[in-house]
């Protein structure tokens, strides 16, 4: 055995050991996996868990319970575990023996959803620390609502270097030292190795200083000295700001031969190293056996948390903010929004305003900020483009957590995750605005909104070459598309006032389902003149207008298109060719609708496209017999009326393209 | 006028005021576009120019130049409003004139390629900055090969608060500080606005100390102050680190009511304001008139850069290296790398080697990179996941810049664009590896480098569910579609060695189309077993087995999923159904191949498409008489075989629905 390493004693020794044989157990029957960082980082969990973590396993949901995030999220078998040994009953020792199996909750990484006690989905580096931001200002923005006796806990975070290395966790840092987010408590796996080898190999900033440099609080322990560990948290705690604590570890500590180095990262050890790992710790327990004693210590933690939810509890039954801290975590009151949107489209629908969807959006979001009390907007700096702060609302800020409007920054990436954090920790319905371009940014944590089905909105403006000079860095072409190709995310793109307002209704209440909204820069006429109580937008397309008897083609757009669509019929129509017009704001609710529906709506007469966007996705509305009218490059740099000329969006390229398919 | 505005003096001054005027003037002529920026930093830029900067306009693309970043993109009128003065051939004052118009070279943002002087397309911030890190990289890799004599030139960057806040810019300052890139220089326009408002609305980093804490070399200047901001480039000069100048500047400055407002940051001053401008700046001339001292000096700059030029040409035509150094800055030997891969091919089509197409594209690198002198290897630190680094390759370090592959870290973002500037930077072929779902980290990049029409190839590995036991986090799902999406970049998925190897063929002599190799985790067998010296896959798809008489079906498929189709085609015979299989490898070439060939390829009988990932994107290949055999939401974690049963991507799967096609 290597003689840097030192064997963790008595019951919080053998809590970590326990940590370490199930990981190299599982790994190794799973054939896959990554044993170094729970390995590693197996006391500083221990230590965390045994001596603060508040968390209640027969009350997963609690929601004064701490938050733990394992941002380094290959280390899986870290967190199931612990889950296992603290008594979830949804973690049985069964699932621990099928690590990564089908049909088993313990899949490669930790997803939000499988099993409790999982607070987010992790894996793709960055992520964790930086959806622990949103959770974390949501805890002060829940306290700043509710008082220190409802909501008053801590959200820790296990990042690995990998973490720190992706820019996301800058942008994470910079939000979290503006914040003052001083009950976040970051525990770094500062253990020297990644993937390809030593960090030497890639990295030479020194992390403590940076940190610092982004308002943090910062300490160095060894990761593997208990007492050390547990005075750097408690000194964590007690400062206002966020804290930092720098883990020295080795990874995959315990195992005498691959310790400290690279091969104990993502692959098991073996069974003659994981043999000699038994030996070294002093663990002769068979696989996927537990001594009692680790077993007992583990409960008692689950034993504490749970007579701390009952006090817990006991408080909120005496709380005259009772009803409203239960609101605030419950579902969105969506019959009074329908109710309120009803009666704000009546009026849009006799006014008939001529503005841009991110204007009509800001109107809808005036009517769903006024009926549902938990909205927190923001913006990527952007709050005049985006249009997403309403009248009222007021920043949040480290002197003001009970505001309600975010400025993110110019970090879309963090703005997607932190959101994330924010609807994981309850009692707030997030959105967030910048330029569509711009979800290319934030990509990575949109997949994860609709990977875990949160309730998170992006308001993304400037939605095509109608954005004009700012050229084809800025005009989104492909991101449609791109975003539509993602399962269980809700695209919409309103042509106008009332499909916005629709649009809004749908979004501010979806559970499971996140929501995009693509909105115009140009200002586009309400086309939804006649008013319907019903949602359409709720159907995904629908038809606008109606032909006089049989159909001899149908135009299908959307967004600011479906105007020239209706142009285009109007032209038709003067030529005698009867041209129906579907407007189709949201291709995913559209395919969840019958098939009945969908051919109504589509007819059988050859069909049309129109969208300022490349045709990839527009498959299942159009068909053989059809043409589109959109983009097939990048755009450019000229006034937006110019661009729509140049590149052929235009009612007349749309009428031509119609007649050429009727026979 | 404010009282902290001082107007600069002398010829410098003049400089400096001629960008202020020309942006003000051009910004309002357009009606749109960034005057704070060009004016806040116009003293700063002046001084750089005259003092430091060597460029030829008469030459635009000598090698040896130094190169200027507009990382802050928004601000294209500073760089618009030198070159014109400088006087590049392209940019004459009816250019400046027509700002943001249609037709005319200067674009809302700076585009590579729409003009001489604008080394990289900005505007996405942080691309800038770190693309600057791959140019001034690539300047010590080409330094290392040619010497001082013919490679001895600056990076010079203008960066904002938001290229700052932007995540990206911890990936590009941690890369720059560990490569110690001392010749790379950040002029931080550090003027406390952004779009919101004060910087303090969202940050509270100390920009200095994070640099710092990377290992750059730090200073602060009053960006007003001419002396002092030389003084500081020279001290940045001199040190061996990168350097980050903070310039304290006024956003706007000269305009006496507005500037230091966000107010300036994004729209026309107005005319009252630009009179009052004229006043406070002593300007007395026309919109778009120059003084002669003011353009005297600036032709000054450009006559000190063509004597540079001159020199450097003259050691040039007698340097023992000219050849090779001619060589590594034009198109590879195309003509050889055919015969190596051609020679390659035929070994593999009699081994026929059971391999993974990330197995098979390291066999192919081993090929380019023995052929081809100039590629540069990395990996995003998977490199022996993403099979990137082929033997005899050596990294490179700010101790071997001589090296020819790069550990990028756990940073796919800053990878993509700093492969965009080594590539514009000239000298190299870059490539760099990551799991395909991590594409999304980078898609900005990717999305620079197809807009841009760059040389780099993207290895992304791990392309499916056949992953395995990571995960749904891990898994791509949408992304080909995604990629496929994107214009001008081609996405290859080969199915086999010899596919693979064909595919490096086309990607490493593409010119102007940046490529994405799509490659499986999972072991694929040789189903080019025939040798062919043409390369099949630069038609994006082809009849990879024919049937014996008329087709009953058509069996589309790509990488992977070739192998089942094929399965699929051979269990279809044994029932009298005549199937035949095309593999598709890559749709952009394919749909650039006339429609005789491409309604050879997919014949007239019902078609089948089978890829594991979502349906979009295949309607081109498919049409109205058609199934797809793929995914249709998120993965799960278990062995690969056992997800393809799950998901039901099966030969199987493929034969039913083929039945069900035909009639």
């Not at 909120?316 to 109710?339: R, V």
Request: proline share 4%; aromatic share 6%.
């Amino acid at each position: 055995m290597n003689a840097q390493t030192k064997i963790s004693t008595g019951a919080e020794g053998l809590m970590a050991n326990a940590i370490r044989a199930l990981t190299m157990d599982a790994v190794q029957a799973a054939n896959s996996g990554h044993p170094g960082m729970p390995m590693g980082m197996a006391d500083v969990a221990a230590v965390l868990y045994n001596r603060f973590l508040n968390i209640d396993p027969s009350q997963p949901k609690w929601p004064d319970r701490d938050r733990f995030v394992l941002s380094a999220g290959h280390g899986s078998m870290l967190i199931y575990a612990i889950n296992h040994m603290l008594g979830y009953a949804d973690m049985d020792i069964d699932q621990v023996r099928n690590f990564r199996q089908h049909g088993y909750r313990t899949a490669g990484h930790p997803e939000y959803g499988h099993a409790d006690g999982i607070e987010t989905t992790t894996g793709p580096l960055g992520q964790g620390i930086t959806t622990a931001v949103g959770m974390a200002l949501a805890e002060r923005m829940h306290n700043a609502r509710f008082g220190d006796g409802l909501v008053n806990h801590h959200t820790y975070v296990i990042a690995g270097d990998g973490c720190l290395m992706e820019g996301i966790s800058h942008e994470a840092i910079d939000m979290a030292g503006h914040w003052a987010l001083g009950r976040l408590i970051v525990l770094w796996d500062d253990n020297k190795i990644t993937i390809d080898g030593s960090t030497g190999l890639s990295t030479s900033t020194d992390q403590k200083a940076r940190f610092a440099a982004s308002g943090w609080h910062v300490q160095e322990v060894d990761g593997h000295d208990h007492e050390a560990i547990a005075a750097a948290i408690v000194t964590a705690r007690a400062d206002t700001r966020p804290s930092l604590i720098a883990c020295k570890t080795i990874i995959g500590y315990g195992a005498p031969n691959k310790q400290g180095t690279s091969a104990t990262h993502g692959a098991p050890l073996g069974d003659e190293e994981i043999a000699a790992t038994r030996t070294a710790l002093n663990w002769p327990h068979a696989p996927f056996e537990l001594p009692a004693e680790a077993l007992e210590a583990w409960r008692a933690v689950a034993a504490r948390g749970k007579a701390t939810r009952e006090a817990w509890e006991a408080r909120l039954a005496t709380s005259d903010k009772a009803a409203d801290f239960n609101a605030s975590l419950s579902a969105p009151d969506a019959d009074a929004l329908t109710g309120a949107i009803a009666t704000y489209k009546a009026q849009l629908s006799a006014d008939a305003p001529k503005v841009a969807t991110r204007k009509a959006s800001e109107m809808a979001l005036a009517v769903v900020n006024a009926t549902l009390p938990n909205t927190i907007g923001g913006s990527a700096d952007l709050t005049g483009s985006n249009n997403t702060r309403t009248k009222g609302m007021e920043p949040v800020s480290k002197d003001n957590y009970g505001g309600n409007y975010i400025h993110y920054g110019i970090r879309e990436h963090a703005m997607g995750a932190a959101m994330n954090g924010i609807a994981l920790h309850g009692g707030f319905l997030p959105y967030g605005g910048t330029f569509l371009v711009f979800s290319d940014y934030c990509r990575p944590a949109i997949r994860l909104s609709a990977l875990m089905g949160l309730p998170v909105t992006y308001v993304m403006t400037h939605d095509s070459i109608g954005l004009g000079e700012d050229g084809p860095t800025h005009q989104p072409v492909e991101h449609i598309a791109s975003l539509r190709a993602m399962p269980n995310l809700n695209v919409f793109r309103p042509a106008d006032v009332v499909e916005t307002a629709e649009a809004w209704e749908i979004a501010a209440t979806a559970r499971t389902t996140p929501s995009l909204l693509a909105l115009s820069r140009q200002g586009l006429p309400t086309l939804r003149t006649e008013h319907t109580a019903e949602n359409k937008v709720a159907k995904g397309a629908y038809v606008l207008r109606e032909t006089d008897g049989a159909r001899d083609v149908t135009l299908i757009a959307t967004g600011s298109e479906v105007e020239i669509a209706v142009q285009a019929a109007d032209a038709l129509a003067a030529g005698g060719v009867k041209a129906a017009v579907v407007s189709a704001p949201c291709f995913e609710l559209f395919a969840a609708q019958d098939a009945d529906y969908r051919s109504t709506v589509l007819g059988s007469a050859p069909r049309v496209g129109v969208e300022a966007a490349v045709e990839q996705g527009w498959a299942a509305l159009l068909g053989d017999n059809s043409a589109f009218v959109g983009m097939t490059g990048f755009g450019a740099s000229a006034p937006a009326d110019e661009l729509y000329e140049h590149f052929g969006i235009t009612a007349e390229a749309v009428a031509k393209a119609a007649k050429s398919l009727i026979k």
